[in-house]
């Protein structure tokens, strides 16, 4: 009877501790949701069939070695050595040095991750090659898109419930141009998500409680957007109009601290292109204004191979998000919003200017160029998912519109998906005006049928030059894991 009681005297310990360990779990996984979420979207970001680079991201993607390895701007160690003639356009020759044609302000803000993977690489003693330099780009491109994510989420935590906010980061993650597009390469486009989401961010902590400190910051990160891509400068106006507004006494900070981050970006773009935005002012011959621009809009918008709804069905629901835009509390942030509304018409309106509007496709999937204010989008999105699944009470008409709203989004995650695993592998993935507007060769159903019988692997990388986390080799018998 005695050893009988000890057991169970000893028991009791074990048994107590359990309950307080998984709280103690739990209260460690609310604590740091924003860090799970970051490595669960990290690790799908990761995952691709085929790794491939656009000529456009060339630069962005051999930079940070150039200033590592040479502690220079400029690519004369790099071309002609593994810079093919495909790609030449986007390094031309100026005063007797190869420099990049596109901004560079990506490349200088993902050096510090080339630099831990370089110092991995001397540790290991591991070469740089290629194949190397094509994953590092596409992981740093998977942490600026992971980033923008987690921030939708910590955005969406301040302005609906928990739940929601977690549902609008995953739809913006997976149901957007954010997976296919930002994810995949070194776009301008991944930064520029990033870049305004942290700025409504700072808006809405701004609110919560006011600091100089948030408007330097958010001055700090005006400069950087300013620079990184001026077509995109237009989506500033919402942010500019709340420090004039509400922030007046504290404008002076705001522009000395973007001139701080922008004014080397001018010094650069000036000294070597001579113009104030760089290789990017031979751009400006490409805008005409016709009546043709008219069609150009709606195309951006709902074209078959080109358009923004069409990749991304889910972000209807952002117009009726907008609508609702009163149901946010903070009369300051419903109002930043709301201006954010114009701002993006306009920005599209820029775009359907362009005369190469339909380049938006050329080696990305989907609608590119409008892939910086998708953010907003998402967080319009956000708001119609509260008014739905939170605010509105059950009867027949709101689970029907709940089935659409699902609908949506395992639609538009569908198609992201097949650009992430099954475009790469197209063969013919140019563009043309032709087939803008070509339903019978939609582009999705092309690379699907296409992609899914020729996916040889999966591969789940995790941060080079260290092993993949998983590969999958496919062949006809099946799937094996080396």
């Not at 901004?103 to 290629?130: A, C, E, G, K, R």
């Not at 380049?359 to 590119?368: N, W």
Request: charge should be neutral; aromatic fraction near 14%.
């Amino acid at each position: 009877m005695k050893d009988k009681k000890k057991a169970r005297r000893k028991s009791v310990p074990v048994t107590d501790s359990a309950p307080e360990f998984l709280n103690h779990v739990r209260n460690l996984a609310i604590r740091f949701d924003f860090l799970i979420l970051f490595i669960l979207i990290y690790i799908v970001y990761n995952t691709v069939s085929l790794m491939t680079m656009s000529g456009d991201t060339n630069p962005a993607a051999f930079l940070p070695l150039s200033l590592i390895l040479h502690q220079t701007l400029n690519f004369d160690a790099f071309v002609g050595a593994g810079l093919g003639p495909n790609v030449a356009y986007a390094f031309p020759l100026v005063n007797g040095h190869y420099v990049s044609l596109f901004p560079i302000v990506t490349p200088i803000l993902i050096t510090p991750v080339y630099f831990v993977s370089y110092l991995l690489y001397t540790v290991f003693q591991i070469p740089f090659d290629i194949t190397g330099i094509m994953i590092l780009a596409k992981t740093s491109a998977t942490i600026i898109a992971t980033l923008s994510c987690v921030f939708v989420y910590l955005a969406g935590k301040e302005l609906f419930s928990k739940k929601i906010a977690l549902a609008t980061a995953l739809v913006y993650a997976f149901a957007t141009s954010t997976w296919s597009v930002s994810s995949q390469a070194l776009w301008q486009h991944g930064t520029v998500e990033l870049l305004l989401i942290l700025l409504i961010f700072l808006v809405i902590k701004n609110e919560r409680q006011r600091s100089r400190n948030t408007v330097i910051f958010m001055g700090l990160l005006t400069g950087l957007f300013l620079f990184n891509r001026p077509p995109d400068a237009v989506l500033l106006l919402p942010i500019i109009g709340y420090i004039v507004w509400y922030e007046r006494q504290n404008l002076p900070l705001y522009a000395i601290s973007a001139a701080i981050t922008g004014l080397p970006f001018l010094v650069y773009n000036l000294s070597i292109f001579g113009t104030v935005f760089g290789g990017y002012s031979q751009n400006l011959g490409f805008f005409s204004f016709s009546l043709d621009s008219i069609g150009n809009f709606a195309g951006l918008l709902v074209a078959p191979n080109v358009g923004l709804l069409v990749f991304s069905p889910v972000l209807l629901l952002s117009v009726f998000g907008y609508l609702k835009l009163h149901t946010i509390s903070s009369v300051q942030i419903r109002q930043v919003l709301v201006v954010f509304g114009p701002a993006i018409v306009l920005e599209i309106l820029v775009y359907s200017f362009f005369g190469l509007w339909e380049s938006s496709v050329a080696f990305s999937y989907g609608q590119r160029f409008l892939t910086g204010f998708v953010p907003v989008l998402a967080i319009f999105v956000g708001i119609a998912l509260q008014e739905f699944f939170i605010a509105e009470p059950e009867t027949f008409r709101t689970r029907v519109i709940r089935a659409v709203i699902v609908l949506l989004i395992v639609s538009s995650v569908i198609i992201q998906a097949i650009g992430v695993f099954c475009y790469p592998l197209l063969p013919d993935r140019s563009t043309s005006s032709e087939r803008t507007w070509d339903w019978e060769h939609n582009i999705v159903i092309e690379s699907y049928q296409y992609g899914i019988s020729h996916i040889d692997s999966i591969t789940t990388y995790s941060f080079p030059p260290l092993p993949p986390l998983l590969h999958l080799q496919f062949d006809k018998t099946g799937a094996t894991s080396p």
